[in-house]
Structure formats: C-alpha cells, structure tokens
C-alpha cells in the first residue's frame, strides 16, 4: 500500500497570500497518478487536480499542481475566502487507492 | 447532470447490518468504475471498496469479507452491503465516480450517509 504523507498539517496564511501544500508517496507513483481534492465543512470532496497537474473541470487557474514520483505540490497562487478548506492528495494508480491524511489551510 | 444521492444510512448495533444505496443520475453506472469512501467523525478520507465496469471489485483489507459492493444496472443504483459492523466502521460513507471507467481520480461524489455504530 502506498502512504501518502501531507504537510504541513495546517496552514495558517491571509487572504491573498501564496499557499503552498506538499504529498509525499512512499514509493514511485505510477503515471503521476495523484488527485488533489478540497473539502468544506459538511460537504464533498471536490475534485481539483489530476494527473498531478492538471485542472479538473471548473477550477480556477489559481490552483496549480505539479510533480512526478514520489514529491508533489498542490499551489493557490492567492488566497480567496472560499479557498479556506481541508485538502486532501490522493493516488490512484495502484491499489488500493489512498489518501493523504489532509492539510488545513486556516485564515491566519 | 450527474448526480449521486446515498442512503441506507442509520444506527445500528455492532455486529448488525446495513444496505446502502447510491442512486445515480446523468451517466450509467455499469460503465463507470464506482467506489465507497469513507470519513470518520472530524477524520479523512479513506477508500473503502471498488467495483469496476467490467465487474471486478476489491475491498481495504479492513472490510474484505464484511462488506460487499454491487450495482442494480436496472435502476443505475450501486449498493454496499455491510455485515459483521464495528464501532470503527463508523463514518460518513460516500460513493463517487471514477473519472474514467478503468478507474481515474473520483470527479462526482454524492452527500454521504452517516452510518453509526452503536450499542
């Protein structure tokens, strides 16, 4: 089973500012199988990145993935109110699936 | 538009049973690979059970033999039977969508349905 490690466990950061969250694999995630997900209090999740790089539908250019292997990034380039949430990583090319264990991103 | 609405949810003593029920709306869910994640109360997420469009399903070892994923592709609904409950089964249940139908990251999720544990 892969272990997706995220960090840090809560951001605390403003309005406007850059926020910056990491997912750690265990082992070589094949085909940068790694989703990003957002969830809200007493909602969904909502899909935001797959491919570890690329948009899901609806999702504003200011959320940006990027890595390969074992080490990647999920970027909000400038906080907006609504972007304050739990995110989570989550691989899908090996099973079973896994999730990181969440990153907090709180208004500072 | 695609829509995913849980239920089935409730309390029940440990050792108990529970069917959970997903109706799908906007896509065909035997063409879909379509799974059950779970949420603990103030937990994350954790990936409970598959079932692929070919049928194939798999389960987390922490459920395998319990519980057991099927679809009714008469009424586009998956279901998860749930036997043997434990108060660490627990949780908010979701199904959602896979993005493509060999699997992909989960695109649509429905609202949940809480299942508590209990005596």
């Known amino acids: 089973e892969i272990v997706l490690t995220q960090s840090p466990g809560t951001l605390s950061l403003s309005p406007g500012e850059r926020a910056t969250l990491s997912c750690r694999a265990s082992?070589?995630?094949?085909?940068?199988?790694l989703a990003w997900y957002q969830q809200k209090p007493g909602q969904a999740p909502r899909l935001l990145i797959y491919?570890?790089?690329s948009r899901a539908t609806g999702i504003p250019d200011r959320f940006s993935g990027s890595g390969s292997g074992t080490d990647f990034t999920l970027t909000i380039s400038r906080l907006e109110s609504e972007d304050f949430a739990v995110y989570y990583c989550?691989?899908?090319?090996?099973?079973?699936?896994?999730f990181g264990q969440g990153t907090k991103v709180e208004i500072k | 538009e695609v829509q995913l609405v849980e239920s089935g949810g409730g309390l029940v003593q440990p050792g108990g049973s529970l069917r959970l029920s997903c109706a799908a709306s906007?896509?065909?869910?035997?063409?879909?690979?379509m799974s059950w994640v779970r949420q603990a109360p103030g937990k994350g997420l954790e990936w409970v059970s598959v079932?692929?469009?070919?049928?194939?399903?798999y389960y987390a070892d922490f459920v395998k033999g319990r519980f057991t994923i099927s679809r009714d592709n008469s009424k586009n609904t998956l279901y998860f039977q749930m036997n043997g409950l434990r108060a660490e089964d627990t949780a908010l249940y979701y199904c959602?969508?896979?993005?493509?139908?060999?699997?992909?990251?989960?695109?649509?999720w429905g609202q949940g349905t809480l299942v508590t544990v209990s005596s």
């Open positions: 079932i692929y469009n070919d049928g194939r399903t």
């Open positions: 491919g570890a790089s």
């Open positions: 906007g896509f065909t869910v035997s063409s879909n690979y």
């Open positions: 959602a969508r896979g993005r493509s139908s060999s699997g992909g990251p989960f695109d649509y």
């Open positions: 082992q070589n995630i094949s085909r940068s199988y």
């Open positions: 989550q691989q899908y090319g090996n099973s079973p699936r896994t």
